[in-house]
């Protein structure tokens, strides 16, 4: 898979939350901060982190503890929120920032080796 179809995934996967939450009515930097942490933990529950790490290292899966998952939840909920927040200071639709959020946070996660952090502690022999 090249980076940008898993970053296209992510986005639209992202996007995917967006509209479930969207009729809930929060304010909207709530919005942004659960769809992030939304978006970390149901990756992992729904398998998107299973598809990545045998992708990246093969015959392997995600594995990781409760706290540790709601921990990383709670940052990826911060950094869309904080993200979410400049990008509205800029008017840009609202309706596009999750998908700009989910594709972008991945994407800068990849280039400054989040991902390969993940990769090495996270993504285990099935």
């Known amino acids: 898979m090249n980076l940008l179809v898993e970053q296209l995934i992510v986005g639209l996967f992202t996007s995917l939350i967006y509209l479930l939450l969207f ?66 200071k800029f008017n840009v639709n609202r309706n596009i920032i999750p998908f700009i959020l989910g594709f972008t946070i991945h994407i800068i996660s990849e280039f400054i080796g989040i991902h390969y952090i993940f990769i090495e502690n996270r993504c285990k022999e099935m």
């Open 23 to 88: 009729f809930m009515r929060f304010k909207y930097l709530i919005l942004l901060f659960l769809i992030g942490f939304l978006k970390h933990l149901l990756g992992y529950y729904v398998g998107l982190q299973d598809i990545y790490c045998n992708h990246h290292k093969p015959g392997t899966t995600a594995k990781v503890k409760l706290p540790e998952l709601l921990f990383e939840s709670f940052v990826e909920g911060l950094l869309f929120l904080i993200f979410g927040f400049i990008l509205i």
